[in-house]
T-cell receptor, first 115, second 112 residues
């Protein structure tokens, strides 16, 4: 398997622009997680899905952030409008099954810079 | 208090040294602990996990949990330059279908 695939790997945009990050989880995995990583705050959970249904979005910082999972093989994280403080590495991770002992498999991340 | 606290370092050691990486956690109900390793510009990967108290060994790596003090540790023996990475401790927020809560990570450099 190719693992979790994220795109784009790098994105540089200007403040106010819309940003869409994409994720393809490992085939057969039931749970999908979006995390954001910064030096100051570390790895923070934004939202997670179980069987394509959003379970907890309390980590989404503001209404400017939204996430969807229209099917088991695709998810998006959208920021509209983007701000410089959104600059971070955004990771998507998937897990087989829905129990907490399952291993999280991370993508290589999308590095976002908002100027 | 954050759920999981970890000293971000950086930590620099000579090759062959014994490395100790540590985390504290706040919720005494936590029972399952993981260590993830993250190489530069890569996503984290699971290194080890341990359940409840005690030690778990895997090659040069030992994970230790002290529930009485809510302290978790990762020891690396005979450290190698290839061990240079950021190490993140993690624990599930609760039981069932739950995400992982991560420490900030400790950046380790092993100098040849």
């Amino acid at each position: 398997d190719a693992g979790v695939i994220q795109s784009p790997r790098h994105e540089v945009t200007e403040m106010g622009q819309e940003v869409t990050l994409r994720c393809k989880p490992i085939s057969g995995h039931n749970s999908l997680f979006w995390y954001r990583q910064t030096m100051m705050r570390g790895l923070e959970l934004l939202i997670y899905f179980n069987n394509n249904v959003p379970i907890d979005d309390s980590g989404m910082p503001e209404d400017r952030f939204s996430a969807k999972m229209p099917n088991a093989s695709f998810s998006t994280l959208k920021i509209q409008p983007s701000e410089p403080r959104d600059s971070a590495v955004y990771f998507c991770a998937s897990r087989a099954g829905t129990y907490y002992t399952g291993e999280l498999f991370f993508g290589e991340g999308s590095r976002l810079t908002v100027l | 208090q954050k759920e999981v606290e970890q000293d971000p370092g950086p930590l620099s050691v000579p090759e062959g040294a014994i490395v100790s990486l540590n985390c504290t956690y706040s919720n005494s109900a936590f029972q399952y602990f993981m260590w993830y390793r993250q190489y530069s510009r890569k996503g984290p990967e699971l290194l080890m996990y341990t359940y409840s108290s005690g030690n778990k060994e895997d090659g040069r790596f030992t994970a230790q949990v002290d529930k009485s003090s809510k302290y978790i540790s990762l020891f690396i023996r005979d450290s190698q330059p290839s061990d240079s990475a950021t190490y993140l401790c993690a624990t599930p927020r609760n039981s069932g279908n739950t995400p992982l809560v991560f420490g900030k990570g400790t950046r380790l450099s092993v100098i040849a």
